[in-house]
């Protein structure tokens, strides 16, 4: 059976949905690896193919042309909010020229709208982790065709759309191989961060035990939660891949030629036993790294450990330095711990990025927003990204957002969160987030002290081009 994978084109008059993290445009491009290790499944006894129209430069006249000549027995889809109209354009588009071909849809935004891509009884939804979920659905449709028994998908039949029930989560993440990365290595990943190339990306984890009431951490983690918390009223549980495991996949990378790493776990630092021996391989090898954590898990003896390794940027999520605000979003952490998190990073040299959430809380106002401005700039980081919080359906924000009339229009609708805010609290408008939002951010990116840290960083003029680019689409939407 041929098999292609497909990131079509923006065909939405925006910038294109960024599918990886689920709740931005695209800034920069990033692997997708979670739809490669799908394709590392099927490419065993099947012709997969991969194309990215986004970051091949293509527009919908390319994606129609590939589409007439191509001979594909299904295509695939990685779908999150921003990309459903997108997506629902592109299976018009593949049925226009396949009319009989198999549409399997996977990611956040077919888990939770389900039946809105179900244009015929030829799609296949696969709600929540996919892997095994895709593997039994191409195994059926080169059988007998009926996914009667599937477990964790959806399908039309006979007019009526069809759930069946969920499918456990994958209890051994060992047993899955490592994604297919020789599909996207034509393509120029980069990180900005780290500004070191070959460049990819490595999940080591699912999921976060922590309870911030309006976190979508990425993409894959969403889909797993929409899912798990229909059936069972909460989180699922963080799920592991061994130590062992992870530097087998290192090494690989290394023997590949890769020297830069970004780790995508939703919260990759947990504990020392673990962080330890994966530094020591991203220390033999050279690997500048990065990764996202929260602050209170930053011990002096942890700090260390990432300056031994050569760890080129942690990525905290603070949201906000009002301690009221935090403990309304259920951070499960202080202001307190968040300086001295930073402080511990800044004495071991580990560069800090602060991720910070405009809104959060209806206790927000243009004071805290402003004062969290003034607290973040003192801290003197080294990056500072700001966006505005968005009540994500599945999230017990979304509930609180949806029940105080909160939400502009009444119920969410998808929301680029770099830019725009669909929330109105009683003291403080979307319009007003926004302009703040902007403000912040210009005021950070354009500061002389900044570009001139940074300028001289870059390893090739590629590289800079990428950062610039980036940048640009972050402040200017375009």
Request: charged residues 25%.
């Amino acid at each position: 059976m041929i098999i292609t994978f497909i990131v079509p084109p923006s065909l939405d008059g925006e910038l294109p949905a960024e599918r990886t993290a689920g709740c931005t445009r695209l800034v920069y491009p990033m692997p997708n690896i979670y739809e490669l290790i799908v394709a590392a499944i099927l490419e065993k006894d099947h012709d997969v193919r991969y194309r990215d129209f986004v970051l091949e430069e293509k527009n919908e006249k390319h994606l129609i042309r590939f589409l007439a000549e191509d001979k594909s027995d299904c295509y695939m889809l990685w779908c999150v909010n921003l990309s459903l109209d997108t997506d629902l354009k592109t299976i018009q588009h593949i049925r226009n020229y396949h009319p009989e071909a198999r549409i399997i849809v996977m990611g956040p935004g077919v888990t939770y709208y389900t039946a809105k891509l179900l244009a015929d009884e030829h799609i296949i939804i696969v709600r929540g982790e996919p892997e095994l979920t895709v593997q039994e659905v191409i195994e059926n449709i080169s059988g007998d065709g009926n996914p009667g028994s599937i477990k964790g998908i959806s399908f039309l039949k006979d007019g009526r759309v069809h759930h069946n029930p969920a499918r456990e989560l994958i209890k051994d993440l060992d047993s899955l191989p490592f994604p297919a990365r020789h599909f996207i290595e034509k393509y120029p990943f980069t990180n900005p961060k780290l500004k070191i190339h070959p460049y990819t990306t490595v999940l080591t984890s699912r999921n976060c035990p922590y309870k911030c009431i309006y976190c979508v951490p990425s993409s894959l983690t969403f889909a797993r939660e929409i899912e798990f918390k229909k059936e069972h009223g909460r989180k699922p549980p963080v799920s592991y891949r061994s130590v062992e495991n992870v530097i087998e996949e290192l090494d690989m990378l290394a023997a590949k030629g890769y020297r830069a790493v970004t780790f995508i776990d939703d919260n990759f630092i947990t504990t020392v036993k673990r962080l330890r021996p994966v530094c020591e391989c991203l220390k033999k090898h050279g690997f500048s790294w990065g990764c996202q954590a929260r602050a209170d898990a930053i011990t002096d003896e942890v700090a260390r450990i990432l300056h031994d390794s050569d760890c080129g940027f942690v990525d905290l999520g603070v949201e906000s330095f009002n301690d009221d605000i935090l403990q309304y979003i259920k951070k499960g952490i202080t202001s307190e711990q968040i300086y001295e998190g930073i402080e511990r990073l800044r004495k071991y040299n580990v560069p800090v990025k602060l991720n910070i959430l405009i809104g959060t809380s209806p206790l927000e106002t243009k004071a805290t927003i402003k004062e969290t401005l003034r607290k973040a700039r003192a801290l003197k980081v080294s990056q500072v990204m700001f966006n505005i919080v968005a009540p994500f359906p599945g999230t017990e924000f979304y509930e609180l957002a949806r029940e105080n009339g909160w939400i502009a229009g009444g119920d969410y609708k998808p929301t680029d969160v770099q830019h725009h805010s669909i929330l109105n609290y009683p003291g403080l408008s979307s319009e007003e987030m926004e302009k703040m939002l902007f403000r912040n951010n210009v005021s950070f990116f354009l500061r002389p002290s900044f570009i001139i840290k940074n300028i001289g960083r870059f390893g090739s003029f590629t590289d800079f081009k990428i950062a610039l680019k980036a940048i640009r689409r972050k402040l200017f939407h375009k």
